[in-house]
Every structure is written in structure tokens, then in C-alpha cells.
């Protein structure tokens, strides 16, 4: 029982890791949202999404995740960021 109770510990420690870097995203993404709004640009970038996704995917591929699946992931991912920088 003891691996059991080790490897969730190990879970805990990554969700925290998780959570950290979404919120260190959240972070940038506010400053960009500053930075849009001081030149007068739209918060909405689906050329830049684009990009995202496709990287997203890419990457997932490479790890040997479903990248359908973490893109689905990151589109909520993307959203949060979103409304930061409104």
C-alpha cells in the first residue's frame, strides 16, 4: 500500500506543478492583454491561436499523448487567458 500512497503523493506534486504553470501563464497572458489594450489591439488573436494549437498538437504527438485530447485541454487553457486579458 505503501507505492500506492507514494504514487499519489507524486500526482499531488505534479497537479501543483500543473497549477503553478497555469498560473504563470495567467501572469504573461494578463501582461499581454496590457500591452494589447496600450496599441489598440483585439484581445482575440485566432492567427496566434492557431499557432498555439498546432504546437499543442505537435507536442502532444512527440510525448505520446492524443493530441486531440490535450488540445481540448488547452482550448479551456486558452480561454482563461483570454478573459485575463479582457
Known sequence: MSDLKELRQEINEIDEQIIRLIADRIKV???????????????????????????????ATKFGLNPVQVEQIYHEIVNMCSSVQE
Open 29 to 59: 497572458c494578463q501582461k499581454i492583454g496590457s500591452e494589447k489594450k496600450a496599441k489598440g489591439l483585439a484581445i482575440k488573436d485566432a492567427k496566434r491561436e492557431k499557432e498555439v494549437f498546432a504546437k499543442i498538437r505537435q507536442q
